[in-house]
Nanobody, 122 residues
Framework: QLQLVESGGGLVQPGGSLRLSCTAS????????RGWFRQAPGKEREAISC????????YYGDSLKGRFTISRDNAKNTVYLQMNSLNSEDTGVYYC???????????????WGQGTQVTVSS
């Protein structure tokens, strides 16, 4: 069974950067797309970005405004989310998930990581 493990979260000051990683336990032939979601306190989970097996990427949400970049290293079964110019609205739990193809719909993702906390605060 595919397992996803996120890492790289933590406390960062406004304007700072973080890089999240999501490592899969195996290379799935079916669930090749990897998405990043986040859930802020008291809010619903929202899609951030997705990347296909061939590294085609999609971004969801105007709030990202070019600040976030998704990438993947297939040899390491790892997907990354580089986050720059962070602000307090980026605070939340960030989740990595796997799907057959990129989509912003959470229910289309079959496997989820446990999440990593990102806190943006001075």
């Amino acid at each position: 069974q595919l397992q996803l493990v996120e890492s790289g979260g933590g406390l960062v000051q406004p304007g700072g950067s973080l890089r999240l990683s999501c490592t899969a336990s195996l290379s799935s032939m079916i669930y090749r797309a990897r998405g990043w979601f986040r859930q802020a306190p008291g809010k619903e989970r929202e899609a951030i970005s997705c990347i296909s097996k061939s590294a085609g990427s999609m971004y969801y949400g105007d709030s990202l405004k070019g600040r976030f970049t998704i990438s993947r290293d297939n040899a390491k079964n790892t997907v990354y989310l580089q986050m720059n110019s962070l602000n307090s609205e980026d605070t939340g739990v960030y989740y990595c998930a796997a799907a057959r193809s990129c989509t912003s719909t959470a229910r289309e993702y079959a496997y989820w990581g446990q999440g990593t906390q990102v806190t943006v605060s001075s």
